[in-house]
C-alpha cells in the first residue's frame, strides 16, 4: 500500500487517507482481505497523528471499506459488503413486517417485485 500525503492539498490529511485506501481497494490494488497498517504504525509513517489515521479508518469502515477485526487488525472488506448488509437488513424487517401483517410470501414477493419495478423505472 502506498500512499502520500500532500500538505499544500486543500484536502484535509484524514480524508486524503480515506480517498487513497478507497481508491485503492475498488481499484484491486488493495485486494479483498489485505491487512491494513495498524492506526498507530500508519500514522508514524505517514508523519500524521494517530487521531488523523483513525479518524479516516472510522469513515472507511462507515462506507464498507474497510472492517475491523478486534486484536486480529484491519482488512479491506469484500466490494459492496455494506450494501450487502443494509439491504439484507431491510429484507430482514420487511419479512418480519409483511407476517405480522398476515400476508403470505406470494404476497410478499409479489410486493417487492412491484416496489423494485417502480424503483427501476425511475431511473
Request: net charge negative; no cysteine; glycine share 8%.
Amino acid at each position: 500500500m502506498t500512499l502520500k500525503i500532500h500538505i499544500d492539498d486543500s484536502a484535509p490529511p484524514y480524508e486524503q487517507v480515506r480517498a487513497q485506501i478507497s481508491e485503492q481497494a475498488h481499484a484491486g490494488v488493495l485486494p479483498v482481505g489485505y491487512r491494513l497498517p495498524t492506526v498507530r504504525g500508519l500514522a508514524e509513517s505517514l508523519g500524521l497523528a494517530a487521531n488523523t489515521v483513525a479518524k479516516a479508518y472510522r469513515a472507511l469502515e462507515t462506507d464498507g471499506v474497510i472492517e475491523t477485526r478486534g486484536r486480529n487488525g484491519t482488512f479491506v472488506a469484500a466490494a459492496g459488503s455494506a450494501a450487502e448488509r443494509e439491504a439484507a437488513a431491510a429484507a430482514q424487517a420487511y419479512a418480519e413486517r409483511v407476517q405480522r401483517l398476515g400476508l403470505g410470501e406470494a404476497e410478499a414477493l409479489a410486493a417487492v417485485r412491484d416496489a423494485l419495478r417502480a424503483a427501476y423505472e425511475d431511473d
